[in-house]
Antibody, heavy 121, light 113 residues
Framework: EVQLLESGGGLVQPGGSLRLSCAAS????????MNWVRQAPGKGLQWVSA????????YYADSVKGRFTISRDNSRNTLYLQMNSLRAEDTAVYYC??????????????WGQGTLVTVSS | DIVMTQSPDSLAVSLGERATINCKSS????????????LTWYQQKPGQPPKLLIY???TRESGVPDRFSGSGSGTDFTLTISSLQAEDVAVYYC?????????FGQGTKVEIK
């Protein structure tokens, strides 16, 4: 069974930093693209970032480009999101989501349970 | 970016009745080289992460009940729940994966009348 477990969320002041982790199991981690998707409280879904299976290619939403960095450690089956210069509008539940195979890599399945990031003074 | 617009924002349907959700993209998500629509539907129940229901606009994910169906092509798509069950109460999102950034509709909340 595929499992994704996020951690690292919490309360941080504006301008601060946080690193999220997503521990994966139940599949060959290095074979699949991985994503971060966020959901502000009571709001809809926003794709944040993606990384290829090898880690060679990364992609970002304009709203986080230059502030967030996605990475992965395939030896540890773990996905990361380093978040710097955090703003109040980054407050959200952050989900880790596995891309499906090949041309379906932009389809997210499954999703982790999410970790809440709150940016507030 | 491709803008995805769902309608309605919410709907209330009686148990056993049909629920229909529409999704419109600001540009076509039909890829000419493979004639596939790069459009998915997700279900999000309260307090849970989203769950994949349908991809390629009409291909049901394994394990998804056949009362859920997707249709449409190009820029206009529909998710239909043929006979609403109590466990279908959720917010439903469409998403395009035709291009990066992948974008979602604003969501449609389905409730029991």
């Amino acid at each position: 069974e595929v499992q994704l477990l996020e951690s690292g969320g919490g309360l941080v002041q504006p301008g601060g930093s946080l690193r999220l982790s997503c521990a994966a199991s139940g599949f060959t981690f290095s074979t699949y693209a991985m994503n971060w998707v966020r959901q502000a409280p009571g709001k809809g879904l926003q794709w944040v970032s993606a990384i290829s299976g090898s880690g060679d290619s990364t992609y970002y939403a304009d709203s986080v480009k230059g502030r967030f960095t996605i990475s992965r450690d395939n030896s540890r089956n773990t996905l990361y999101l380093q978040m710097n210069s955090l703003r109040a509008e980054d407050t959200a539940v952050y989900y880790c989501a596995k891309g499906k195979e090949l041309e379906l890599r932009g389809v997210f399945d499954p999703w982790g349970q999410g970790t809440l990031v709150t940016v507030s003074s | 970016d491709i803008v995805m617009t769902q309608s309605p924002d919410s709907l209330a349907v009686s148990l056993g009745e049909r629920a229909t959700i529409n999704c419109k993209s600001s540009q076509s998500v039909l890829y000419s080289s493979d004639n596939k629509n790069y459009l998915t539907w997700y279900q999000q129940k309260p307090g849970q992460p989203p769950k994949l229901l349908i991809y390629w606009a009409s291909t049901r994910e394994s394990g998804v009940p056949d009362r859920f169906s997707g249709s449409g092509s190009g820029t206009d798509f529909t998710l239909t729940i043929s006979s609403l069950q109590a466990e279908d109460v959720a917010v439903y999102y469409c998403q395009q994966f035709y291009t990066t950034p992948q974008t979602f509709g604003q969501g449609t909340k389905v409730e029991i009348k």
